[in-house]
């Protein structure tokens, strides 16, 4: 039953994060720890190798879904804006480091670069 379960939930996580939804990857990660608690009560440890490779690619998905400047999402569902000079940011400018980042190399180019 707990093979059943757990690929449910999984499934879930994969059609919000395919939906667009950043709580997919965090669903994910909740899912492959369940996947450890059973890879050890069922003595199946090759799940847990499975497991810590999967909750890599969530958490980097998770950090870089979150905090990717608005230049590379633009046309998708996320919130964007535009600073006064014409650089987007993400919805979370200006309290997001990684668009100071960006609008700061962004500046920094000769006109006409982008």
């Not at 600073?83 to 400018?93: F, L, N």
Request: proline share 5%; aromatic share 12%; hydrophobic share 45%.
């Amino acid at each position: 039953m707990w093979p059943w379960l757990l690929s449910v939930v999984g499934i879930t996580a994969m059609w919000l994060a395919g939906s667009k939804r950043w709580q997919g990857w965090v669903v994910g990660l909740v899912c492959e720890s369940l996947w450890c608690v059973y890879a050890v009560r069922t003595a199946q440890y090759g799940f847990i190798a499975a497991a810590v490779a999967y909750s890599a690619v969530y958490v980097r998905n998770l950090l870089t879904w979150r905090h990717t400047p608005a230049a590379n999402v633009l046309g998708g569902t996320r919130e964007v804006g535009v600073t006064p000079d014409g650089i987007p940011v993400c919805s979370h400018w200006p309290q997001c480091e990684m668009c100071q980042r960006h609008v700061a190399r962004r500046r920094q180019l000769p006109k006409g670069h982008t």
